[in-house]
């Protein structure tokens, strides 16, 4: 089964294409690593798969054939934005209350757990956590929700080394242990080298290179993921991915 | 940092379309988000309605005995009635005083307030991202908040016009025997703060601040935004519109049936079964006919000229709502208020589901 299916999506604001021609797909069982300089076209690749945008052209389906945002698809995946949006006036337990109300699955004895052993407290209204803590929470709500994919947008770039670190444990943990697929963009490579088993490479608005890890390395003859984005994105765009 | 791991997920459902999550769901979630706004309003209708309350008793008892005193012509009554009327007169809640006018704002302030931000605020926090992309899909997610949100301020508000119709009461109560007591129509300034049309009004004033919000983006120009449109709504409805819910009734009566609490439409006369002027006579057909001293006994101030000339031929005739037709009045008000809210509400709701991220 494919997590992603894309057939020639593209995505127009105003007349300026964010994504374009972009034909893709990501198999189950993977971390996938959407990387590229920023307007690269790597947000508006997640939003159509989650469904919060409608593509302009093409079509994307997700967890083998079933159409982006539709109640199927909401259902079997969890989505943690850009800067990890939350209710900020709402308290912690209010953050679980509300997303277990608006899912038909919710794991709320591995959310207590979770949040416990990172040591934030239920009664803390989610505005005063710290980023990283921010973070943590709304990735917990995410796997609370059992999903067989997680799509996240620009995980760690807000958060310090530590954060980054113990946030990417989280995410490799349910990877590994419940076999979730994920996705997520970063312009940050460091903390992707370790995790990263599917890598696709974008850049203005088009899908670069995609593959297995493994093989593209082999097949460029390249080191690490690093070595191959930074040659790869250097040859195809001026600017210069971090 | 270790990570817990998860239990087996209970089942790799790939059916295509699951059953949707329970509607009463988003009473929970609705009451956790905008709790802060709705005891707001609780707490500023409740407040008002003490307040109305306890000026409302005395009130309603000096009003109660004026209108028993018997006989009513005598000295005594006299007094009760002057006291009425001129502790009524002077108050700020009274009938001429400014309260009733700033009780006006009341349901656009209350519905801009709550439903301006409905939208508006996790568009402009960047929440719409979470909430847009659970599995209670979001249409159904922006249905069921707006409007169990319109429910709720309906009842609150009803409760409250209510209040505020039983407050003015004594204002409007027309005492055949007791000249002199306030005789208001209850289609005046009054008449959108009533049991149907203040909640009509407000949840009007909610739906047009929800789409505000959705299509402004944010939250203090969307409220801003709404109290114009309402505005426009507002005085539109007053002067144009609410006159023609039902046909006036017509008379030739000087003095209108029903007493002077009926709501005079317009006024114009005829000559010959020919239309002569509209409203007051013109200043020639006065001098001519009724000369320095017409003579006329009492009446209406226009009575005097429309006595002075019927006997040249002049038909004063009287467009008018009579107060029997209050009710009716307020159910077509609060329908079609309502019915605008759905639609605006429907609106908004197509505009999430189909607005691009």
């Given at each position: 089964m494919n997590v992603i299916e894309a057939g020639g999506l593209g995505k127009r604001y105003g007349r300026t294409w964010a994504l374009r021609e972009c034909t893709l797909e990501i198999p189950a069982g993977r971390v996938t690593a959407l990387v590229g300089p920023n307007g690269a076209g790597k947000t508006t690749l997640l939003n159509l798969a989650v469904g919060l945008t409608p593509p302009s052209a093409g079509a994307v389906t997700v967890l083998g054939g079933r159409r982006a945002g539709s109640p199927a698809a909401l259902d079997a995946i969890a989505f943690v934005a850009q800067d990890t949006p939350l209710y900020k006036t709402l308290s912690v337990a209010d953050m679980i209350y509300v997303t277990r109300s608006l899912n038909r699955r919710f794991d709320q004895p591995y959310a207590k757990a979770r949040l416990d052993e990172l040591g934030i407290p239920p009664k803390r209204k989610s505005g005063k956590l710290s980023g990283g803590q921010q973070a943590q929470l709304a990735l917990t709500l995410a796997l609370a929700r059992r999903p067989q994919l997680l799509v996240l947008d620009e995980p760690v770039a807000a958060l310090d080394p530590v954060a980054r670190h113990d946030f990417m444990a989280t995410v490799l943990a349910a990877a590994a242990a419940d076999g979730v697929s994920v996705l997520l963009s970063s312009h940050v490579l460091t903390e992707l080298e370790r995790v990263t088993s599917y890598l696709v490479l974008m850049s203005r608005g088009r899908v670069q290179l995609a593959g297995e890890v493994g093989d593209l390395l082999a097949a460029h003859g390249q080191a690490s993921l690093e070595e191959l984005a930074m040659t790869y994105l250097r040859e195809t765009t001026p600017e210069v991915t971090r | 940092m270790t990570a817990l791991t998860m239990p087996a997920r209970p089942d790799a459902d790939g059916d295509a379309s699951p059953r949707p999550i329970p509607w009463r769901r988003m009473a929970g979630v609705t009451w956790r988000q905008h709790r802060a706004a709705l005891a707001s309003v609780a707490v500023l209708l409740g407040a008002l309605a003490v307040w109305l309350w306890r000026m409302g008793v005395p009130l309603h008892q000096a009003y109660a005995a004026a209108v028993a005193c018997?006989?009513?012509?005598s000295a005594a009554c006299q007094d009760l009635v002057g006291g009425f009327n001129s502790s009524a007169d002077g108050h700020f809640m009274g009938s001429k005083g400014p309260g009733g006018v700033l009780l006006q704002v009341l349901p656009a302030l209350i519905g801009a307030f709550v439903g301006a931000p409905v939208l508006a605020r996790e568009l402009e926090t960047g929440t719409f991202r979470f909430a847009w992309t659970q599995g209670f899909v979001r249409w159904r997610w922006a249905l069921g908040k707006l409007v169990l949100l319109a429910v709720v301020l309906a009842v609150a508000t009803a409760a409250f016009g209510a209040l505020v119709a039983w407050y003015f009461q004594p204002y409007g109560g027309a005492s055949p025997q007791v000249p002199g007591l306030f005789e208001n129509s209850?289609?005046?300034?009054?008449?959108?703060?009533?049991?149907?049309t203040f909640p009509a009004w407000t949840v009007a004033a909610f739906a047009i601040a929800a789409l505000a919000g959705m299509l402004i983006r944010r939250v203090v120009p969307a409220i801003v935004a709404t109290l114009a449109v309402y505005a426009g709504l507002a005085f539109a409805t007053a002067g144009l519109l609410r006159e023609h819910y039902l046909t006036p009734l017509v008379t030739t009566a000087v003095s209108l049936p029903g007493a002077s609490t009926a709501w005079v439409i317009g006024q114009w006369s005829t000559l010959n079964g020919r239309f002569a002027y509209a409203g007051d006579p013109p200043l020639n057909l006065v001098n001519q006919y009724?000369?320095?001293?017409?003579g006329a006994k009492g009446g209406p101030p226009g009575a005097v000229f429309t006595q002075c000339l019927a006997p040249h031929g002049y038909v004063q005739w009287t467009s008018y709502q009579p107060t029997s037709r209050l009710w009716p009045f307020q159910w077509i008000e609060g329908g079609w208020l309502l019915a605008l809210s759905a639609l605006l509400i429907a609106v908004t709701v197509w505009l999430v589901q189909r607005r691009a991220a």
């Open positions: - | 018997h006989p009513a012509a209850p289609f005046g300034d009054l008449f959108s703060l009533r049991e149907v009724c000369g320095s001293n017409s």
